[in-house]
Nanobody, 119 residues
Framework: QVQLVESGGGLVQSGGSLRLSCVAS????????MGWFRQAPGKEREFVAD????????YYVDSVKGRFAISRDNAKKTVYLQMNSLKPEDTGVYYC????????????WGQGTQVTVSS
């Protein structure tokens, strides 16, 4: 059974930084592209960024491009999201999942990690 455990969220001021981590188990981690998603209060969950199986290629939505960086460590079965220059509109619960394009691959999600950016 696939398990995804996110951590690293918190409360930061606008302009601050956070580094999120997601540890995966129950899957062949290196066999999947991985991505981060977020869900703002009252909104649908949205795709944020993904990284290829090898880690060579990354993709970001326009709203986070230049501020966020996704990376992975296949030996640790972990995907990271470094978030810099945070804005209040980045507030939400952040989740990871394997991805196919910009869509989540596994139907189940972890508990997510809350990111709150104050203005």
């Amino acid at each position: 059974q696939v398990q995804l455990v996110e951590s690293g969220g918190g409360l930061v001021q606008s302009g601050g930084s956070l580094r999120l981590s997601c540890v995966a188990s129950g899957m062949i981690f290196g066999g999947y592209d991985m991505g981060w998603f977020r869900q703002a209060p009252g909104k649908e969950r949205e795709f944020v960024a993904d990284i290829s199986r090898s880690g060579v290629n990354q993709y970001y939505v326009d709203s986070v491009k230049g501020r966020f960086a996704i990376s992975r460590d296949n030996a640790k079965k972990t995907v990271y999201l470094q978030m810099n220059s945070l804005k209040p509109e980045d507030t939400g619960v952040y989740y990871c999942n394997a991805v196919r394009g910009a869509s989540p691959f596994f139907p189940s999600w972890g508990q997510g990690t809350q990111v709150t950016v104050s203005s």
